[in-house]
């Protein structure tokens, strides 16, 4: 039987992740070297050939991809098990560690937090780093944190088995208008409406996505007059007449609308951005992780029922 080394399988998945062996080797604190002497090791004892020179660089053969397929198996196995013993030796306190967006910090992982300390039994404590999507989830297979939050549109898909994604939320989006705006009080608001307006919202990234993609269900392409991604700067420029912006209610809920902008439901459009949380394949069975998950679905849905 062939025997299987899960140290060097792991540098293996590292380096399909990250694409280089020097990307590889920062990863795992390892030189190149050692990390390209681990795999032609690994290489030999499976008796396959795992990578092939392509110029400069290295790319996985099809027998690399086969043996990863397999060991994807292996390691959310190991999460689960390595969950439970973590509940069995902590009962169920521990640590959480969570990635979240920043919207997402004051709006879903707050209260998460303080229902968790609200239970009668001892809870997970929960730490708490900001990152967007991108870094949320390198941190994630890194296995330097346990969770992340970030928008649906930039989850990992249902075919990545490195991870387990849950649909949270899906947040309204409103659209802010200056206070003297001719439509601030009009008795029902479309998007199409402000076709002709000049709006705000960032040069790129996912808020630019989302605004765009609204406005085009509409059935009309947004003008871009300013570019920010901060929401004090989008909201200083609505109030001063400069453009119209979209803004999710998660955003606008902690209370950070100016007085000169009016904020108008969409009704008719109802425009919306999902919001979903990813463990590392296997985690999501925890019992802290588990704890966790359960109190921002429960977050999530106070949220949305005071819509």
């Not at 439970?84 to 169920?92: A, P």
Request: aromatic share 4%; hydrophobic share 50%; with cysteine.
């Amino acid at each position: 039987m062939t025997e299987w080394d899960l140290k060097k399988l792991r540098i293996l998945r590292t380096l399909r992740d990250r694409g280089t062996v020097t990307a590889t080797a920062e990863a795992l604190l390892m030189t190149p070297s050692a990390v390209s002497q681990q795999l032609s090791n690994l290489s030999r004892q499976l008796g396959v050939p795992l990578l092939e020179a392509r110029g400069r660089r290295v790319r996985l053969t099809d027998a690399a991809h086969l043996v990863l397929r397999h060991t994807e198996a292996v390691f959310a196995q190991l999460e689960r098990a390595d969950a439970e013993l973590t509940g069995y030796l902590r009962g169920e306190a521990g640590e959480v560690r969570i990635a979240a967006f920043s919207t997402a910090v004051p709006a879903l992982v707050v209260p998460a937090v303080r229902r968790l300390r609200a239970e009668d039994r001892p809870g997970p404590g929960v730490r708490v780093r900001e990152a967007e999507a991108a870094q949320a989830y390198e941190l994630l297979a890194a296995g330097e944190v346990d969770l992340a939050l970030s928008l649906a549109a930039h989850a990992p898909t249902a075919r990545d088995p490195r991870f387990t994604v849950l649909p949270l939320l899906a947040d309204r989006l409103d659209v802010a208008l200056p206070a003297d705006h001719r439509l601030a009080a009009a008795p029902a608001l479309r998007l199409a409406d402000l076709s002709g307006d000049p709006w705000i919202f960032g040069g790129s990234g996912p808020w630019s996505q989302i605004t765009t993609a609204a406005c085009e269900a509409a059935g009309f392409v947004p003008e871009q007059a300013h570019s920010a991604s901060g929401w004090t700067a989008i909201l200083a420029m609505v109030e001063a007449g400069m453009g119209v912006a979209l803004v999710p209610r998660m955003a606008s809920a902690q209370r950070c609308v100016r007085d000169g902008v009016v904020m108008r439901a969409l009704d008719a459009d109802q425009p919306r951005r999902h919001v979903a949380a990813a463990v590392r394949h296997g985690a999501e069975r925890g019992p802290g992780v588990a704890r966790v998950l359960a109190a921002l679905t429960a977050a999530a849905e106070s949220f949305t029922s005071t819509e």
